[in-house]
């Protein structure tokens, strides 16, 4: 954990030093390290419980898993609280002043610092259940093959309303589990709300339509920018945050990119396994017998990763 602050942070050494724990551990820390334990009278038992039990329902696929919500989350954290270069710090308080000049000591500023911290909790707690049970399938093929979840949630963002959904449960239905248990009634709903905007933002299908609002908000030249006082707009950039952290691999150094797209890859044939053994057709890329990495990844970061990593750096928010 001593290299937390670094952005190629070494999951996978995390991953063989924790194993099944390491998500409630990125957890605790990243809690500890932003005061939320104490800002919000977390009762660590509850905590730990929750999140253990958390963790323990991800599913052993190869990608979409424990570890990969503790790098998620571990990529919220660091967007969140490392300095930025030239990026306003804006007082949230009405009667405070506000001022372009209000920046980080050497004109530094971060972003968590224009959020409330009920949001902060939010988006780091979105990050961790944001894969909860996912099957290591994709939402076409729930609605292909007339999965539960995919006729519980009428084919539409079928597994971000499963993943939000049932974590959700886990923590309503256990009172041992209830970490939250001192938040105010206000705060829980507008939390809850928050955790699952956040959650549900991290369909690809919905991709082009976030990025399409955020350039019209930040990017273009005749764009407002945010008001870091509208819960609206506030809520756009922690979307836009857990899309970047979700999809952070080809961003990562080479090891780290090479180890995920070995995983994901891995994911994408034991689905077009399953299609094949239920007669359906195999999904691009997802065919062990014809595989097409290089055009795989290439097509993922020029058309995902890029714009979005892009439109995120223009206006000003990555450190």
């Not at 001022?99 to 988006?123: D, T, V």
């Not at 999965?147 to 539409?156: C, F, H, K, M, S």
């Not at 273009?220 to 922690?238: C, F, H, M, Q, Y």
């Not at 952070?248 to 053994?277: M, S």
């Amino acid at each position: 954990m001593e290299r937390l602050y670094e952005w190629d942070f070494p999951v996978f050494e995390l991953e063989l030093e924790f194993k099944d724990c390491i998500l409630s551990m990125m957890a605790y820390r990243v809690f500890q390290d932003t005061g939320l334990f104490e800002a919000f009278r977390v009762p660590k038992q509850e905590f730990m419980s929750y999140f253990r039990a958390l963790e323990n329902g991800y599913r052993d696929v190869p990608y979409h898993n424990r570890v990969h919500a503790a790098d998620v989350l571990h990529a919220c954290w660091w967007l969140t609280t490392q300095p930025i270069p030239g990026f306003t710090q804006v007082p949230l308080e009405e009667d405070e002043p506000v001022s372009k000049g209000a920046l980080y000591q050497n004109s530094y500023g971060i972003l968590g610092m224009n959020f409330p911290a009920l949001e902060l909790m939010a988006l780091y707690v979105a990050a961790a259940m944001h894969d909860y049970d996912h099957p290591g399938r994709t939402n076409a093929f729930l609605v292909a093959t007339s999965a539960p979840q995919a006729v519980l949630y009428n084919d539409r963002s079928v597994l971000e309303n499963h993943h939000a959904a049932a974590a959700w449960a886990l923590l309503l239905f256990r009172p041992e589990l209830n970490f939250l248990c001192h938040l105010e009634t206000a705060e829980f709903k507008r939390f809850r709300f928050l955790v699952i905007e956040a959650i549900l933002a991290t369909d690809l299908k919905r991709h082009f339509d976030f990025l399409t609002e955020f350039n019209a908000k930040m990017n273009e030249d005749d764009s407002p920018g945010i008001d870091w006082r509208n819960e609206n707009d506030r809520l756009l950039v922690v979307q836009m945050c857990i899309k970047l952290a979700d999809v952070n691999g080809p961003c990562k150094a080479e090891n780290l990119h090479i180890t995920w797209t070995n995983r994901i890859v891995a994911e994408f044939y034991e689905q077009g396994d399953d299609e094949a053994g239920r007669g359906l057709p195999i999904s691009p890329y997802m065919d062990r017998n014809k595989p097409f990495l290089a055009r795989l990844q290439e097509s993922f970061i020029n058309h995902l990763v890029a714009p979005l990593c892009n439109a995120y750096a223009a206006a000003g928010l990555l450190p």
